[in-house]
């Protein structure tokens, strides 16, 4: 997509607004990522009790889907802005370009985690050995990462609309193979547990985890740190703002909660069942869990779909998180424009991708970031929700034509040395530090905003506020018409062939499912190895033929031309 049709730096206009189903794709495709398999491998080698983990998981992610719902969406379909432009709109030009650096910077990290990932996948394929040092140890990982690299940035050039279609396809199978591959090793990690010989009963499920998954060996990690690592583990995206970039684009702000498909069917089931599938493929390879990589713990599950699952699952995620980092950068100076930012970006963290570290260091990279990115979050629903209730005027710095909101960086880098005095001095524990540091950078910017200027009135106030309010009002216009003609504006009958393919995919789902209970039945993994792949190949063809047919339908039905009109006379 082109820059104007990113809105990069203007509120996203109502006919460019995504269903519900774009959000709900986007969320179960991100967030059942190849990073998954990293984590939940990790949980097994924290030492923390099978309990401690189910509940602790349970909280957290629930924490995290709350804070989306009530927070991070409501503001983004608000104001219909990026997080850059929101925050430039907040704090000023100058403070806009720090926190974009240092933003961009940490998503090409991440997103250079979930290549990583992907490149793991693939060089099973070509008996490259598992790459687990921070640095990688033979060439050929180096272009599979730098070929896995070209396809991610190929498609985050693409934009939101082109990210959320691959999500929307890729998710069903792709939360399907966690569930099967954890299928398949149960019974191997059953036969390596003394005293029980099957499943009968949930408290059987415990009694195997407890003694040959997750083992509970006194590390001091519980309960609480699985659940604050839970909440903290996307923080940037919410608690810090991050999707606002994706939200924006949501018709309402409810859509926030399908969140919970990510964190409950990404987070949750899907770190559960990896634990379960690196505990499984360790005992198969008489070896511990910290030696395998991603890929080597797919391949010994799913065989040939296990390395099409982790290569897709780092897709998916680096794809947006690619596309953050572009609009990061590209807020730096709206003239490189998105596309150009964004392969240049795409390039750097491929580069990074080389480098193994990336994803043996996860866990303690995505507290960091998150921590990094909640004062920024604080400051922006302080100015945005908290002001006007306070009687302050948000905005207050642009008003009085500051390039610069000193009041909104001191609270940043503040609330950053705290944080680090109370890590470093073994005060709280990293993931314990959001809730004081999110009151902490609050208290301080409305203090600094207070003795700054934000109690002041000022005449550009009120004209601001007459044009947002009619921006609202021609959103709102669109969307009670768009509602009332919906069923005018979308074809509700699929053509018989879209129909069909739609059946044929979901029956290739069925049989995927009925695999991994036959072999979890009959104890036979080369079962799922030799045959998954023909109902894997199924789906994906008879999927995107009908995605694209339904596009291509719904593209092809006649437009609200009068709200098209009443868009393009208005001053929005």
Not at 509 to 530: H, K, M, P
Request: net charge neutral; glycine share 8%.
């Amino acid at each position: 997509m082109s820059t104007a049709e990113e809105f990069e730096t203007q509120p996203v206009s109502p006919n460019k607004l995504q269903s519900a189903n774009t959000f709900a794709g986007s969320y179960a495709g991100e967030h059942v990522a190849g990073t998954e398999f990293v984590i939940g491998a990790l949980f097994v080698s924290w030492g923390v009790g099978a309990s401690d983990i189910l509940l602790g998981l349970l909280l957290g992610n629930l924490l995290a889907v709350l804070t989306w719902g009530l927070v991070t969406a409501p503001i983004a379909t608000d104001t219909r802005l990026t997080l850059y432009a929101y925050l430039e709109k907040i704090a000023g030009p100058g403070t806009i370009k720090l926190y974009s650096v240092i933003n961009g910077i940490l998503f090409c990290v991440l997103a250079g985690a979930m290549i990583t990932v992907s490149a793991s996948a693939v060089r099973v394929l070509f008996d490259i050995p598992p790459q687990v040092n921070w640095y990688p140890t033979d060439l050929r990982f180096v272009l599979v990462a730098l070929s896995v690299g070209a396809v991610v940035v190929f498609m985050a050039v693409k934009g939101f609309e082109k990210l959320a279609a691959f999500a929307e396809i890729c998710a069903p199978w792709m939360i399907l193979m966690f569930i099967v591959g954890a299928l398949v090793l149960l019974p191997t990690i059953v036969s390596a547990t003394n005293g029980v010989n099957t499943i009968s009963s949930f408290t059987d499920f415990l009694n195997i985890a407890s003694q040959s998954i997750w083992v509970d060996t006194d590390s001091g990690i519980g309960f609480w740190h699985v659940a604050a690592f839970a909440w903290v583990a996307n923080l940037a995206m919410h608690g810090g703002m991050g999707d606002m970039t994706l939200l924006r684009f949501a018709r309402y702000s409810r859509y926030g909660y399908f969140s919970a498909l990510g964190m409950f069917i990404g987070h949750y089931l899907a770190w559960i069942c990896a634990g379960i599938m690196g505990a499984g493929a360790a005992i198969l390879l008489n070896t511990t869990i910290v030696a395998l990589d991603p890929g080597s713990v797919a391949f010994q599950a799913l065989g040939t779909c296990g390395i099409i699952a982790v290569i897709i699952a780092g897709w998916t995620t680096s794809n947006p998180t690619i596309y953050r980092a572009g609009l990061a950068f590209s807020s730096l100076n709206q003239k490189w424009g998105r596309t150009k930012v964004t392969v240049v970006v795409g390039i750097v963290t491929t580069i990074i991708a080389c480098f193994p570290f990336v994803f043996s260091q996860l866990l303690g990279f995505v507290g960091i970031m998150g921590l990094m990115m909640a004062p920024v979050g604080a400051v922006i629903v302080a100015e945005h929700w908290l002001f006007p209730r306070i009687g302050f005027t948000r905005y207050w710095s642009k008003y009085k034509g500051n390039t610069t909101n000193y009041a909104a960086i001191i609270t940043w880098l503040s609330s950053l040395a705290v944080s680090y005095l109370l890590e470093t001095s073994g005060t709280l524990h990293l993931f314990f530090i959001l809730i004081p540091i999110w009151i902490f950078a609050t208290l301080l910017y409305c203090g600094l905003a207070y003795a700054m200027g934000a109690k002041n009135t000022y005449s550009e106030q009120a004209i601001a506020e007459s044009a947002e309010a009619e921006r609202k009002s021609i959103e709102a216009t669109y969307l009670k018409k768009f509602e009332s003609n919906k069923e005018t504006l979308q074809k509700e009958s699929l053509s018989m062939m879209t129909r069909a393919s739609f059946m044929v995919s979901y029956l290739a789902l069925f049989v995927c499912a009925c695999l991994g209970i036959f072999s979890y039945i009959n104890q036979d993994i080369e079962l799922v190895r030799t045959w998954l792949i023909v109902p894997t190949l199924i789906y994906f063809v008879t999927a995107t033929f009908a995605y694209l047919q339904k596009s291509k339908a719904a593209h092809d039905e006649p437009s609200a031309d009068a709200l098209e009109q009443e868009l393009a006379a208005s001053k929005y």
